[in-house]
């Protein structure tokens, strides 16, 4: 990202249930995360 010039905005973590096969946004981004980057 930093060689390309981009930016990071925004990060969030994400989960999923594999029982309920739902998805979740949280704030913990250990393991899944989503990165929004803008140039």
Do not use: W
């Not at 969030?12 to 704030?27: C, D, H, R, V």
């Not at 913990?28 to 929004?36: A, M």
């Amino acid at each position: 990202a930093r060689h390309s010039d981009l930016t990071l905005k925004s990060m969030i973590g994400m989960t999923y249930n594999p029982f309920t096969k739902t998805y979740k946004l949280e704030s913990d981004v250990s393991v899944n995360y989503l990165c929004f980057y803008q140039k």
